[in-house]
């Protein structure tokens, strides 16, 4: 359905803040104003959820995220930014692959079936945006993916 983003990512945020994550501090990097895409809410919540679970998960305690929104030509670019452990420059492209967990030592103990960016790679794709990943092991992660803005007239073409 045709969705406000900044209303519904703050809605997001709002419910990942209600919820303690020790001293992790979701920092909104947003612009103001309506920005509408054509979305499935439930499917992009899942893209979300999991994209900020993450970060949440691989962040040192006190670490900051930003959540950052850019609008870009006919496109909106969100970014999810941690302070995490990062993924070594070779690894960061696999994680959107089936089962891949980076880094087994250090994953292993906490959880999860390396399916989540799989799926949210196909979520992303089936709006017709893209979703990629840059990081620096030690420094962080940032994940960021596109959406078509509707409603946008073209000028001189
Ligand atoms: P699931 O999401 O199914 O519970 P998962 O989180 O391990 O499990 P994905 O979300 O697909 O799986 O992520 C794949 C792998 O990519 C992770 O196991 C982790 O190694 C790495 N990864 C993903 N996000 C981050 C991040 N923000 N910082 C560091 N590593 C990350
Ligand atoms: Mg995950």
């Known amino acids: 359905e045709k969705t406000d983003f900044m209303a519904y990512i703050h809605h997001i945020i709002d419910r990942f803040e209600m919820n303690a994550y020790e001293g992790i501090e979701l920092r909104r990097e947003l612009p103001e104003g309506q920005y509408y895409v054509w979305m499935d809410k439930d499917k992009m919540t899942q893209v979300l959820d999991n994209i900020i679970s993450n970060a949440i998960k691989y962040s040192p305690e006190?670490?900051?995220?930003?959540?950052?929104?850019e609008k870009q030509r006919h496109q909106l670019v969100v970014s999810i930014q941690d302070e995490g452990i990062g993924i070594s420059y070779d690894k960061v492209d696999k994680i959107f692959d089936r089962f891949y967990?980076?880094?087994k030592a250090r994953t292993r103990k906490?959880?999860?079936t390396g399916l989540g960016l799989a799926i949210a790679k196909e979520l992303v794709e089936a709006h017709h945006g893209k979703i990629w990943a840059k990081s620096k092991k030690g420094k962080g992660t940032t994940v960021f993916f596109t959406l078509p803005l509707m409603n946008q007239k073209r000028r001189g073409s």
């Open 110 to 112: 906490l959880g999860g």
């Open 101 to 103: 967990r980076a880094d």
């Open 62 to 69: 006190g670490g900051i995220i930003r959540i950052g929104i």
